[in-house]
């Protein structure tokens, strides 16, 4: 039997909740919890779409209109949207041909207006009027592989990565808009003196200076000027990281590879352990505060707290 291999989560304020699939071999596609993870409701089935979907990204902008995008059974990038909180989905087509074996890895919006599109480093598409068009953005010398918005402001940063032939990492850098993505500058992003060159998994920030990032062997770096410039900071583990959850206060969660899950209560200089009880991956995670929220992973794993880690609930599907 097929278990879930589930790929993001997004919570809206106040609830509710919503975690893809990405494996793409299970009926759910996408569900909902409107309890903070304790139990899911399925929200999109692929019996009900054209073409079989995996799915890697999620946002809604509020509970009726949302947007989840992937790839097809053949490689081609796909982004839904429905406008009546999940009951009926239809294709973005301004995409089209420019999303052919492209898979959309990330949507995220910067208010209800002006969104974004990943497609894996090799495009990169920005609405201005809610999702109904989009137009597909080219910087020079930006290879787009996530986007972190800082809510209501206008002000993001989008992570550009130059991989080689072999897969090697040639250079990583922020780009940073002011204006939701209308313009945007490369920041030059340097290390111990030298350009940074590492893999990202995931960037977050809490404010326009304070920020982290993670990635592959417990790779955690933090920035006190907006990314211009990056310290280590000890992980204690070797697994990746793959997700990072920022919270207000400083507060945030990272979690990765054998159910490896870590908390930073002072805006990314320290990391704890906090014990998941599993050793599956864990890939997303959603919190409404320091203490209540839900991480979920590879092999169907989905876990509540709402004590700050201190205990996990298996949470209930269907």
Known sequence: MNAPLFSDAQLLPGGPAFV???GGL????????????????PLLRRSGLADPVRLYGVWFVEPRRGFVCGETADGDGVLLRTDDGGLSWEAVVDLGDQARNIPLTQVVFADDRHGFVVGAGEAFWRTTDGGRRWQRIVVEGLAAYGVFLLDGTGRGWVLSQQIGDDYSI?????????????TFVPLGDRLDGEPLRVDVSACAFWDERQGVLCGPDGLLLRTEDGARHWDRRASGIGGDLNFLVPLPGGRAWTLGVGGALLRTDDAGRSWRRVPSGVTDELNAAAFAD?????VVGNEGTALWTADGGRTFGRSVFG
């Open 170 to 182: 040639l250079g990583t850098q922020h780009f940073l808009t002011l204006d939701a993505g209308a």
């Open 290 to 294: 320091p203490d209540r929220g839900f």
């Open 20 to 22: 893809t699939e990405a």
């Open 26 to 41: 299970v009926e759910v596609a996408l569900w909902r919890t409107d309890d903070l993870g304790r139990r899911f409701v």
